[in-house]
């Protein structure tokens, strides 16, 4: 079984950076591409980052490319998310997920089978 857990979360204001960071339990963590998503209440789950297993590619949705930043380090079984210049509108809980497979385009939530708690991101005006 696998476990993903977050961290890195907290409430900033417009502007500011975080870093949020994903945990895998298990040898395997390298084998498989990984993905961060958000959601806010009352709206679907939607996808932010994914990136393939070895990290030389990573497809980023259209809101967030040019101010986020997704890599991992398989030597630590770990997922980063940096966030750049945060807007009230990245106000969301943020989760990671492994995919299915080990390369990139895995941006919908089927072709994810693993999935972390979440961490919540709120941005403040």
């Known amino acids: 079984q696998v476990q993903l857990v977050e961290s890195g979360g907290g409430l900033v204001q417009a502007g500011d950076s975080l870093r949020l960071s994903c945990t895998a339990s298990?040898?395997?963590?390298?084998?498989?591409?990984m993905g961060w998503f958000r959601q806010v209440p009352g709206k679907e789950r939607e996808f932010v980052a994914t990136?393939?297993?070895?990290?030389?590619?990573?497809v980023y949705a259209d809101s967030v490319k040019g101010r986020f930043t997704i890599s991992r380090d398989n030597a630590k079984n770990t997922v980063y998310l940096q966030m750049n210049s945060l807007k009230p509108e990245d106000t969301a809980v943020y989760s990671c997920?492994?995919?299915?497979?080990?390369?990139?385009?895995?941006?919908?939530?089927?072709?994810?089978?693993?999935w972390g708690q979440g961490t919540q991101v709120t941005v403040s005006s």
């Open positions: 997920a492994r995919a299915r497979g080990s390369g990139s385009g895995y941006y919908t939530l089927d072709q994810y089978n693993y």
């Open positions: 298990g040898r395997t963590f390298s084998d498989y591409a």
């Open positions: 990136i393939s297993w070895g990290g030389r590619s990573t």
